[in-house]
């Protein structure tokens, strides 16, 4: 059975620094693509980043320069390490991949920026 657990979130100044981690178990994360995706109070789920079985990375313009998505394969991970860190960035943090037509995704990290 798939499973992917984030972890990492947290409260954090507006500038700051945070990095999530996506561990996945029962399937090889690096076979697939993996998403980050966010959901912030009152609004829809938005794709944050994603990273492909190649390793090719993708972002949405709202994180760009900001925030990096990587993999570690021997720990069957994906990260997303978060700069300059901004209020309009408080969400739920979530990851997400694809495994033949199912798709899993982990139970959510919250990341709070304020002062």
């Known amino acids: 059975q798939v499973q992917l657990v984030e972890s990492g979130g947290g409260l954090v100044q507006p500038g700051g620094s945070l990095r999530l981690s996506c561990a996945a178990s029962g399937t090889i994360i690096s076979r697939y693509a993996t998403g980050w995706y966010r959901q912030p109070p009152g609004k829809q789920r938005q794709l944050v980043a994603a990273?492909?079985?190649?390793?090719?990375?993708n972002y949405a313009d709202f994180v760009k320069g900001r925030f990096t998505i990587s993999r570690d394969n021997a720990k069957n991970t994906v990260y997303l390490q978060m700069n300059s860190l901004k209020s309009e960035d408080t969400a739920v943090y979530s990851c997400?991949?694809?495994?033949?037509?199912?798709?899993?995704w982990g139970q959510g990290t919250q990341v709070t920026v304020s002062s």
């Open positions: 997400s991949t694809a495994v033949a037509t199912l798709r899993y």
């Open positions: 990273i492909t079985s190649d390793g090719s990375t």
